[in-house]
């Protein structure tokens, strides 16, 4: 072999030796019926003009997702728009792919998307390995792998650092914000029933208004989120919808441990574009949560005179306006919630739950305090009265209140 031959040969192999490939994924663990993806990551895009590899994996226990299947051939989702990928499932669990880069690429991480879906009755980890790697068509030996374990608690998820709607159990949605998620951070959801959560004699009982639908959610966190802003859309079937109440009346109700009963939360029902019925609501409470259908029928005349005063006012503790006080006047004798919210829409504490109140002139303070003793900033707020009287009637209103930081008093 030639000076000049060995010299090339060594360059070849520096320059394919740059390229690396990894696999990046938001999921630990997965469990049945559930829809996961990971990203296909090189090290240096920016040079790549084609890219081609083998996905394998264990295809009874997974199944690749079309991203679109309008477009003829199998399509994973490309997160950039100069590129063109081709792929072809060679055999059952042998993915061939070929991407084409038509410009350069700045990022390296979130360019390729791959989701699968777990299969009915699969009850082991999985694996998923990447071989048969070229880089602008020379060989390279990366051979990357992941593995997700199994759980039977449904699903463990770490939210990614970009929005998305995530799928966790039986259909459940998590929608997460760039804000909420936070390395390190896991939320566990699982289909549940009242009997494993020793709840049992705590069941929503049913009424001429309301119905429970008897299908529970458990929801739980692992670690600390920066923002509670999350949306949860919990599924269901025109065919669970109880005789006498329409889709749209379908409510989400928790269960508040420290009290023992079941609360309403409310939500909007919606239907998606793939004819999916969901009610959505945005949440910073993780606990059981169920579905009614609920057509409680609102009076307009129970409470009335209601507001705040002062308004603003200013929790700094300095014995000026530290307190609000939320005054109203009841027609009758009811049971009455109020429920404090930020503008999002944001639970931030119940002032009163269920409390009976009697006719007539009722009021109650709020130090500007959050459920976790915690002053809230300056803002403007909402507040919730619901008030049920004998009769079953309800009556809710809301009212708006500000918390000035910069008020002289």
Not at 126 to 140: E, G, P, Q, Y
Not at 224 to 233: D, G, P
Not at 366 to 385: A, C, E, P, V
């Amino acid at each position: 072999m030639s000076k000049n031959t060995v010299l090339l040969f060594i360059l070849l192999l520096i320059v394919n030796s740059v390229y690396s490939l990894n696999i990046y994924s938001p999921y630990s663990e997965i469990t049945n019926n559930e829809e996961f993806y990971f990203n296909v990551i090189c090290n240096d895009y920016n040079n790549v003009l084609k890219l081609e590899y083998t996905i394998n994996f264990d295809s009874t226990l997974i199944e690749f997702i079309d991203n679109d299947d309008s477009i003829n051939g199998l399509q994973m989702e490309m997160l950039y728009k100069d590129a063109i990928s081709e792929n072809t499932l060679i055999s059952p669990g042998v993915l061939n792919s070929v991407i084409s880069f038509v410009s350069k690429v700045n990022s390296p991480i979130n360019v390729i998307k791959y989701r699968f879906k777990v299969l009915s009755g699969a009850l082991s980890d999985v694996l998923i390995s990447i071989n048969n790697v070229k880089v602008n068509n020379a060989s390279n030996s990366d051979n990357p792998t992941i593995t997700y374990k199994y759980s039977s608690d449904n699903i463990v998820l770490e939210p990614g650092t970009d929005s998305s709607i995530i799928r966790a159990s039986d259909g459940l949605l998590l929608e997460f914000n760039e804000n909420t998620s936070r390395s390190g951070v896991f939320i566990k959801t699982k289909l549940t029933t009242l009997a494993q959560e020793g709840i049992s004699s705590f069941t929503p009982s049913a009424d001429s208004n309301t119905v429970p639908l008897n299908k529970y959610y458990k929801i739980e966190l692992n670690g600390t989120l920066n923002e509670r802003n999350i949306n949860l859309y919990i599924p269901f079937n025109l065919s669970e919808v109880p005789a006498g109440f329409t889709w749209n009346q379908m409510k989400i109700y928790y269960f508040n441990e420290n009290i023992m009963k079941w609360e309403r939360y409310g939500g909007k029902a919606l239907k998606d574009s793939k004819g999916n019925y969901y009610v959505k609501l945005a949440v910073e409470h993780f606990s059981i949560y169920t579905i009614m259908a609920d057509k409680f029928v609102y009076s307009s005349n129970n409470i009335t005179n209601m507001k705040a005063s002062p308004n603003p006012f200013s929790p700094n503790n300095n014995g000026k306006n530290d307190i609000t006080s939320i005054s109203f006047v009841l027609k009758n004798d009811s049971e009455v919630t109020i429920k404090l919210f930020d503008r999002t829409g944001f639970e931030l504490k119940t002032l009163l739950f269920g409390q009976n109140l009697g006719a007539g002139n009722n009021s109650i303070d709020w130090d500007g305090k959050d459920k976790y003793g915690n002053t809230l900033r300056t803002g403007l707020y909402s507040y919730y009265i619901n008030a049920l009287d004998k009769n079953g009637k309800a009556d809710k209103k809301t009212g708006t209140v500000i918390i000035s930081r910069n008020l002289n008093e």
